[in-house]
């Protein structure tokens, strides 16, 4: 047997995930600047040849751990643009969908999601990103027929990623609320308000 139980000869891919995954709590629990590449590889229980073998540094892991986040929840924020044609009754439900899918992969991945929206350096550009999508899949969406003609896209994709962002840190990372939960009581807010109907 190998390091850390592994059969000999186990694949590169699977060390390299493995550096990746520890290195992600290393850095989520400890901050980048306490985080020690020996600290990763004892984690791993791979040596410090075998991290230098497919990391140039600690930078480096770090970096590829930001891209990461940013690569799979851009692909989710992608993919959450409501289609044409869709029944007006299916839209919440396709909102809710959608939303509950994204705060899943965040939930999923306490670790990643800690040093994409808190930790990393760009964590600013990241969420400037996400904005920014959210706003063409709502002016998409306004354009089909979904949404009001007269709202700020702008200032809606702000405060949906502030929510998420928000209740990500308060909720989901705390483990207060599962995904499906918050996803349905931002869907609520964001598509049937706060005022009271029954008056």
Known sequence: MGERGRPKGASGEESRALLLEVA???????????TKVSAIVKGASLSQPTFYLYF???????????????TRLMAFIKQSRLQPELEFITV?????????????????????TR????????????????????????D??????YFR?????????????????????????TKQKRPEEIANDIADLLLEGIRNREG
């Open 149 to 173: 003609k007269d709202i700020d896209t702008s200032m809606v994709a702000e405060s949906l990623v502030g929510i998420i962002e928000r209740l990500t840190f308060t909720k989901i990372l």
């Open 56 to 70: 140039k540094n600690k930078e480096a892991i770090f970096e590829e751990l930001e891209s990461l986040f940013h």
């Open 140 to 145: 998409y969406e306004v354009r089909a027929g």
């Open 92 to 112: 919440k439900a396709r909102v809710t969908h959608n939303l509950k899918e994204i705060l899943a992969f965040l939930d999923k991945n306490p670790y990643l």
């Open 115 to 138: 040093i994409g929206f808190y930790l990393s350096a760009k964590a600013d550009a990241i969420k400037a990103q996400i904005v920014e999508q959210i706003r063409d899949n709502l």
């Open 24 to 34: 992600a709590r290393e850095f989520a629990q400890n901050g980048y600047h306490e």
